[in-house]
């Protein structure tokens, strides 16, 4: 069987590291991909005046999964309308340290789960006056439970023991209030064991004690900057996969951005992006596939070469091909 995945590499070091996942992923011999190259992000924004052509949402809508790199300042105008192309209410976002890198927290391994459609990301802003505007947060129980058994469900079939419900219920008592109610009733009908936690107090204790945390299950805005506050304490932007899970499809694409600042000098990490490529394996049920691609970056990463973010001076093709000969 051959899986079609759409490519959209987007802008600056996107060009760069996506190329390295599709070679990795060409390497795995057991799985058969016909990859097909869509255009998105500034460049194409500033030739066609479109920054998501309707040419690559359909690419993006008919593939099997799509490989994304990153998008400059038209990031919003692409990955938003992306996410919604594939229909994905799930983002999950590990975030895992590794022994031979200096995190600031080197026994991290949490993933988060973060609702992908709703909360304050649903974009109903008002300007009231000139001095005062107002955002209408939206969360629903469909929306809620879908995520709860979702995030159930990952934690079961990927080992955590931990499962965490981050709200602010004591406050948003209505919105919250919903969501902790209906996550938690999904975690009863499993009779899975669970937590809940306040979400600022949460993010102290992520802080301190990342040991002591596996899955977290989180309302939008809180999954953003959560994920993001944990991805600091592992080390970085060039280590972070993410997916973005619909119903039938998938978005996978790292943390990062097209990161201008050292674009085209061929220096960019690839890891967040292979990782990504490992999280699209894992999805079409390649689960050993996946574990080896982790695997290959994990040697990597403890023996090198490294990339100049992690403090080595090697190349994104030097990387590549270490993983590539890796595996
Ligand atoms: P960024 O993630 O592009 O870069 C932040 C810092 O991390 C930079 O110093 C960069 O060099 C470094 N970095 C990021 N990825 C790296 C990698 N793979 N290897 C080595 N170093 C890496 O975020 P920033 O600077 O806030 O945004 C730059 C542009 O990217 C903006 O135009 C923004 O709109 C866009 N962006 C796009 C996203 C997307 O397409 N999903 C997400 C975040 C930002
Ligand atoms: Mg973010």
């Given at each position: ?6 490519v ?13 996942a ?10 058969d ?39 400059g ?31 600031v ?34 969360i ?52 899975a ?6 979400m ?20 939008n ?7 993001d ?48 490529a ?12 996946g574990?080896?691609v982790?695997?290959a970056?994990?040697?990597v ?7 100049p ?19």
């Amino acid at each position: 069987m051959t899986h079609e995945i759409a490519v959209i590499p987007g802008d600056g070091i996107g060009q760069e590291v996506t190329p390295a996942a599709v070679e990795v992923l060409e390497a795995i011999e057991s799985v058969d991909f016909d990859f097909v190259e869509g255009e998105a992000g500034d460049a194409v924004q500033a030739e066609t005046g479109e920054a998501l052509p309707q040419a690559t949402r359909d690419l993006a809508a008919d593939a099997d999964a799509t490989l994304f790199g990153a998008a400059g300042e038209t990031a919003a105008d692409v990955i938003l309308p992306l996410r919604q192309v594939v229909d994905s209410f799930a983002n999950v976002r590990p975030a895992v340290s590794y022994p031979a890198l200096d995190a600031v927290q080197p026994d991290t391994d949490l993933v988060f789960i973060r609702e992908n459609t709703e909360g304050v990301y649903k974009g109903i802003e008002s300007e009231i006056t000139d001095s005062v505007t107002t955002c209408t947060r939206v969360i629903t129980e469909e929306a809620s439970r879908d995520i709860a058994e979702f995030g159930f469900t990952y934690a079961r079939q990927n080992g955590y023991d931990d499962v965490t419900i981050a709200h602010k219920a004591n406050v948003m008592r209505q919105t919250d209030g919903l969501f902790l109610e209906t996550a938690e009733a999904v975690g009863e009908e499993r009779g899975a064991d669970y937590d809940t936690a306040l979400m600022d107090a949460l993010a102290m204790h992520l802080v301190m004690h990342p040991e002591d945390y596996g899955v977290v299950i989180c309302p939008n805005l809180a999954g953003d900057m959560l994920s993001d506050l944990a991805a600091g304490l592992v080390g970085g932007l060039g280590l972070l996969p993410s997916a973005n899970v619909g119903p039938e499809n998938a978005l996978f694409e790292p943390v990062h951005g097209s990161a201008p600042d050292i674009a085209g000098q061929g220096v960019a990490n690839p890891s967040a992006m292979i990782l990504s490529a490992a999280m699209l394996l894992d999805h079409l049920g390649y689960d050993e596939e996946g574990d080896r691609v982790r695997a290959a970056v994990e040697t990597v990463l403890e023996s090198g070469p490294r990339t100049p973010d992690l403090g080595g001076d090697a190349s994104t093709r030097d990387v590549t091909d270490a993983v590539l000969g890796e595996l």
